[in-house]
């Protein structure tokens, strides 16, 4: 692969003001970079393009949901000697915002976002959903009101890989070869993993879906599946009774035979509907939380697809 520093990182949900100059660079005989990320999908994508040329440190507890973290003073510790910081943007830790503007004027590490170079077209945006309410904005316009959890599509997880060699050739030139085989390496592994998908996907009997929350618009796409609602419109809002039974008029309608949640504590909601229409619930993982392993993306992936081969076929 072939990776070029970017000039810019381009700003998507989360407003970095970040110095992204080459300096005079790093020389081979340098410390390891330092590599901080925010949750599990950055930590596993940093972790493989780095490989053993840098040090990767999560900065959420392994157990910790991305969405309402609160910083520590610790954190701002860990923020202030990183050379990079891994993020996925589009709004998902709004509360790195605090942390830049803690630092003030003084050093704040190199930011790359997965979302980063993503087109309006390319993203989604939750107004959209057949669920929502009409839109009061254009959403080509509006980035911050995009579905955050690309991650979940392998293909733009191969966009986020780009993104963080570059970020890492940028921080550390004289190591710049390296990441980049570094990242083809892991590229041909997300490859694999689109293929499997892509190819279990096409014997499915059953296309559309229902989730606890709205995780899986990018994966639905990618695979040809249809979102036909969720359990909580709004993330950590109990739905409505009058939202409640639109979702199970819809569910009646498509013959949606399962609800898929998400760990660690699904709406009890979920359940409730369940029992009411007599179908299944099952587990797929939007993977926010989990083990800080290198290969946990690709594992829980791999066992989300084992659920919807068993529920979709």
């Not at 923020?79 to 589009?90: F, S």
């Not at 605090?98 to 077209?121: D, M, N, T, Y």
């Not at 199970?248 to 359940?271: D, G, N, W």
Request: charged fraction near 20%; glycine fraction near 6%.
């Amino acid at each position: 692969m072939n990776c070029v520093m970017q000039q810019s990182i381009r700003e998507v949900g989360l407003c970095l003001a970040l110095a992204c100059g080459f300096g005079l660079g790093r020389t081979a005989e340098a410390a390891p970079l330092k590599i901080v990320t925010s949750f599990v999908p950055a930590y596993c994508f940093a972790a493989n393009a780095a490989g053993d040329l840098a040090t990767v440190e999560n900065l959420l507890p392994a157990d910790v949901d991305p969405h309402d973290y609160q910083l520590a003073p610790k954190d701002l510790v860990k923020l202030g000697e990183a050379d990079v910081v891994v993020v996925n943007g589009l709004s998902l830790e709004g509360w790195l915002n605090k942390a830049i503007e803690s630092a003030g004027g003084r050093h704040f590490p190199r930011v790359v976002q997965l979302a980063g170079g993503l087109s309006a077209r390319e993203l989604i945006y939750d107004a959209d959903a057949p669920w929502a309410q009409p839109a009061e904005f254009h959403p080509a316009m509006e980035s911050r009101f995009a579905n955050p959890h690309l991650w979940l599509d392998p293909q733009l997880a191969e966009h986020a890989m780009t993104n963080i060699c570059r970020a890492l050739q940028a921080a550390d030139p004289a190591n710049a070869a390296a990441y980049a085989r570094n990242t083809g390496a892991y590229v041909l592994r997300l490859q694999k993993l689109d293929e499997d998908i892509r190819a279990a996907a096409a014997s499915f009997t059953r296309r559309d879906i229902v989730t606890d929350h709205n995780a899986f618009p990018y994966f639905a796409r990618r695979y040809g599946l249809n979102v036909v609602g969720v359990v909580e419109e709004v993330d950590e809002v109990p739905p409505s009774p009058k939202q409640l039974v639109r979702l199970e008029r819809a569910m009646q309608a498509k013959r949606i035979t399962v609800i898929f949640t998400s760990p660690p504590t699904p709406p009890r909601e979920a359940s409730q509907i369940a029992s009411d229409l007599g179908i299944a619930v099952a587990t797929l993982n939007t993977i926010e939380i989990g083990p800080l392993k290198g290969s946990t993306y690709e594992d829980e992936m791999r066992q989300n697809l084992k659920v919807l081969e068993t529920h979709l076929r």
